[in-house]
């Protein structure tokens, strides 16, 4: 069965340093999403993205984040200068189409120190 | 506005118990539901989903029928098991808002 791949599946950074969070959707989805979870809490949008857009974001996804999809494949969630406050696991999500089920990926294990 | 209500957790319960978690939606029109799950250490994957009123979703012994009179879209199942331990989640088709979702336990 066709998956959502995440990588890596655990970052540890300095606060302050860019990383960049990578997914590779399933091949024929067009929908692709940003999620992320502090340990225990709730599970946050933080943006979504269609036809090389942002089609919506949250009011988490500040300047400090931006998404891309350089290769056609790769669908990238990069956090320009990292703070404590996002550690966190991070999930993308991918659909078919807009109001299909989304598939998730296992998730990226953030940790800034 | 149109949103998901969901059961707030934590739920504990003892294996071969009966379960239900409720979800209640407003909207103006007929959404697609869904119920997610997060097992310990995982991404959520799809539990089920209906798309219509009256539709009734199903997999792993676990169902919910998607009321239109009580605008509600419950999860059940009759007999729970450890393995069903879990975070479970009642978004609705604009996906956005996943919240909390309710924690499950379930005592061997």
């Known amino acids: 069965e066709p998956e959502v791949t995440q990588t890596p599946s655990h970052q540890v950074t300095q606060m302050g340093q860019e990383v960049i969070l990578r997914c590779v959707p399933i091949?024929?989805?067009?929908?692709f999403y940003w999620y992320r979870q502090i340990l225990g809490q709730k599970v946050e949008f933080l943006v979504s993205?269609?036809?090389?857009?942002?089609?919506?974001k949250s009011e988490i996804f500040d300047d400090q984040f931006s998404v891309e999809r350089p290769d056609g494949s790769n669908f990238t969630l990069k956090i320009r200068s990292t703070k404590l406050e996002d550690s966190a696991m991070y999930f993308c999500?991918?659909?078919?189409?807009?109001?299909?089920?989304?598939?998730f990926g296992p998730g990226t294990r953030l940790t800034v120190t | 506005g149109d949103s998901v209500t969901q059961m707030e957790g934590p739920v504990t319960l003892s294996e071969e118990a009966f379960l239900t978690i409720n979800c209640t939606y407003t909207?103006?029109?007929?959404?697609?539901l869904f119920w997610y799950v997060q097992y310990p250490g995982e991404g959520l994957q799809l539990l089920l989903k209906?798309?219509?009123?009256?539709d009734k979703g199903s997999n792993k012994g676990f169902e919910a029928t998607y009321r239109k009179e009580t605008t509600s879209f419950h999860l059940e199942k009759g007999s729970v098991q450890v393995s069903d331990s879990a975070v479970y989640f009642c978004?609705?088709?604009?996906?956005?808002?996943f919240g909390k979702g309710t924690r499950l336990h379930i005592l061997p």
């Open positions: 999500a991918t659909t078919a189409w807009a109001s299909g089920e989304q598939y």
């Open positions: 909207a103006t029109g007929y959404p697609s």
């Open positions: 209906a798309t219509k009123a009256d």
């Open positions: 978004p609705r088709d604009d996906k956005i808002i």
């Open positions: 993205f269609y036809n090389n857009e942002i089609s919506e």
């Open positions: 091949s024929n989805h067009l929908y």
